[in-house]
């Protein structure tokens, strides 16, 4: 999907109708599954918004570990400690905080599980493969023989664990 932006507003076309969004301080956006992403930098820190195709909100976070879902009701607030990085599947929202834990949301804020890094790992960042993906860190003590210590995982639903697939680089 083609998105347009500037500093102040993004908008695409979703099912042949114009969605456009006025948003201060974009810095990037993108689409990737089936939502729209945009990155801004405002009071010297950045945001993330997540909004679904039609342009409606759904989440958003800042480096300052605060996250907001938009629901049907309202916004529910929770502050964390740090916010690695959110991901949208399904109507599920997962949180990674603090390199420790994923937190899992409904798309009515309610938290419904966490998942924790792989045994020696800490959560790194989100991969961009299918499914639930992450990069985690190795401890130190844990690094091969050339010193990587960062690799891809993927999380398998039906037996609630992780494998590991390769390096991360």
């Known amino acids: 999907m083609d998105l347009e932006y500037t500093k102040t507003k993004i908008e695409w076309i979703h099912n042949g109708k114009k969605i456009e969004r006025n948003i201060e301080g974009i810095d990037y956006a993108y689409s990737i599954k089936d939502y729209v992403c945009v990155k801004t930098y405002d009071n010297n820190q950045f945001e993330y918004y997540y909004m679904d195709l039609e342009g409606n909100n759904i989440c958003k976070y800042d480096e300052s570990g605060n996250l907001t879902i938009s629901t049907e009701s309202g916004e529910y607030k929770e502050k964390f400690g740090k916010i690695h990085g959110v991901n949208l599947i399904d109507t599920q929202i997962y949180v990674m905080t603090n390199g420790e834990d994923i937190w899992i949301y409904d798309r009515e804020a309610i938290c419904i599980g966490k998942i924790e890094p792989p045994e020696g790992f800490r959560y790194?960042?989100?991969?961009?493969?299918?499914?639930?993906?992450?990069?985690?860190?190795?401890?130190?003590?844990?690094?091969?023989?050339?010193?990587?210590?960062?690799?891809?995982?993927?999380?398998?639903f039906e037996n609630s664990k992780w494998k590991k697939i390769c390096f991360a680089y």
Do not use: H, I, K
Request: hydrophobic share 25%; aromatic share 22%; net charge negative.
């Open 124 to 156: 790194y960042y989100f991969g961009s493969g299918e499914g639930l993906e992450a990069v985690c860190q190795a401890n130190p003590e844990l690094a091969d023989q050339y010193g990587r210590v960062d690799y891809r995982f993927q999380y398998n």
